[in-house]
């Protein structure tokens, strides 16, 4: 019984803690435009120099490349998915 108190106060904490990184509305955009920033500005001496060309991008355009790099990945993992299911269906059941 204590191990089993134990485990489920492991349990209420992990769950504490994942609700201590859930971000307030509009927070996460704020942050990524703040990385942004802060890309640019790491970048900047290449930038003034002329070694480096980057183009002037939005969050609204950053949002836009990771949903569809998303949607990619989802393609591409269900066709796999199915591609393993067909795969496994052939040896679970084997001619004779």
């Known amino acids: 019984m204590p191990n089993l108190r134990k485990r489920l106060r492991k349990l209420e904490l992990r769950r504490e803690e994942e609700r201590s990184f859930e971000l307030p509305p ?3 955009r704020r942050l990524m435009e ?3 920033v802060a890309v640019r500005l790491r970048m ?5 120099s002329g070694e480096l ?8 355009e950053v949002l ?5 790099h998303l949607e990619e990945s ?3 993992r269900e066709h796999y998915e ?3 299911a067909a795969h ?3 040896r679970e059941y084997p001619p004779r």
């Open 26 to 28: 509009g927070e996460g």
């Open 34 to 36: 703040e990385k942004l």
């Open 44 to 48: 900047q001496p290449e930038i003034d």
């Open 53 to 60: 060309v980057v183009p002037d991008v939005t969050a609204e």
């Open 64 to 68: 836009e490349m990771i949903h569809a």
């Open 74 to 76: 989802r393609v591409r």
């Open 82 to 84: 199915k591609l393993s």
């Open 88 to 90: 496994r269906w052939g």
